[in-house]
Every structure is written in structure tokens, then in C-alpha cells.
């Protein structure tokens, strides 16, 4: 149904490590964005989700889906795959679960040095490393098998270009939404708008 799906291999991973004990953010691996980066609010039906898009390490990443916030591509967009201990993904469905055309696509920045921890916010893509369009995840725990490894099929990893940073709890009550078959949640979980943020 989704071709934005994150590997079969990804998947296995994730099973394997359903019952891992949830970790924080690290700092160390995801340092503070400069002031100048962008910060957007994220409104969903479950609450807001505040965002600092990291434009010094994915500034290719963050200006695509930038094209998408300012042309009002997310608005009543849904949360389509929800993983309880992995990630929940959005940006590319609409209500009645029919794909929008996603024209931008970006060339893969997985190798930024940022990784895929709790909290963060990635690049979502099809087997092509550079696919990634208007869909992203945000991660629910540390999904190291997710980062960048190598030029390569295998290791080009899932690039990362921000972290919520308010809203957390919004996040978790997503992951918590009952699913049914291919992890589409039975409750409908919208995006109601993205907004940028002035300082």
C-alpha cells in the first residue's frame, strides 16, 4: 500500500528489540542546533508537537520539507504508520487514506552525523537512498540500525534533520493509538497544520 515503508530488515530489527528499555536523547550524538535554525509547531489532533529543524547539518533535507510546510502540503495529512517502541510516521496521506503527490525530493544527508534517537526527526524513503520527499518519522526510542553506515544499498541509513523539543507527550500518545493492518492506526490521527514559528 505504502511505498515510504522502512525496510522489511527494519522491521525484524525492531521486533527484535520491542522490549528494550526506552533511552533519552542524547546530546552527545545530537548536539543543540544553532539559534538560527527553524523552529515550526507541529498541530495534530492529539496536541502540538514543537520542532527544531536543523538546518546547519541537513540544510538540503530541512529546505524540501520546507517546501512542503509553506505550500500547506500537510494540512488534514495523517499519521498513516504508527510501530509502538520504533516510530510514527506521517506527511504523505490524507484523511481518507489516499496518497498526495509529493513532486520534491531530496538527496540523502543521512551522513550528517546526527542519529536516529528518541525524539528525533527523519527523512522517511522508499529502497531508493535518495526518495525521501514530503514523508518523515519521528522516532519513539534510539533506532540505531536506522543511521548511516556507508555510501551504500545497505548503509545509507535514514537522514535525521531535527528533534521535537516540547510535545513529547503528544509523541507517545501517537505511538499509543491502536493499529490494525499494516500499522494504519484504527483511530484517525491528523495533521491539522505545521506553522513556523518566529522567534
Not at 527523512?123 to 519521528?138: E, K, V, Y
Request: aromatic residues 8%.
Amino acid at each position: 500500500m505504502n511505498k515510504y515503508i522502512i525496510t522489511f530488515m527494519a522491521t525484524l530489527a525492531l521486533m527484535s528489540g520491542a522490549l528494550a528499555e526506552k533511552t533519552k536523547i542524547s546530546v552527545e550524538k545530537n548536539p543543540e542546533p544553532k539559534k538560527e535554525n527553524i523552529m515550526i509547531l507541529m498541530k495534530t489532533s492529539k496536541g502540538d508537537i514543537k520542532i527544531e529543524l536543523n538546518k546547519e547539518k541537513a540544510p538540503k533535507t530541512v529546505a524540501n520539507f520546507m517546501k512542503y510546510v509553506e505550500s500547506g502540503h500537510y494540512t488534514e495529512t495523517i499519521f498513516h504508520r504508527v510501530i509502538g517502541n520504533f516510530m510514527i510516521q506521517g506527511g504523505g496521506f490524507d484523511k481518507n487514506m489516499k496518497q498526495k503527490k509529493a513532486p520534491y525530493t531530496v538527496e540523502n544527508e543521512a551522513d550528517n552525523g546526527l542519529t536516529n534517537d528518541l525524539g528525533t526527526l527523519a527523512m522517511a524513503r522508499t529502497s531508493d537512498p535518495h526518495s525521501g520527499g514530503a514523508q518523515f518519522f519521528i522516532n519513539v526510542k534510539d533506532n540505531d540500525f536506522l543511521n548511516h553506515t556507508g555510501k551504500n544499498s545497505q548503509g545509507w541509513g535514514y537522514c535525521v534533520f531535527g528533534k521535537v523539543v516540547d510535545g513529547m507527550d503528544v509523541v507517545k500518545a501517537i505511538e499509543k493509538v491502536p493499529t490494525g493492518a499494516q500499522d494504519v492506526p484504527k483511530e484517525t490521527v491528523m495533521i491539522t497544520e505545521i506553522v513556523v514559528l518566529e522567534d
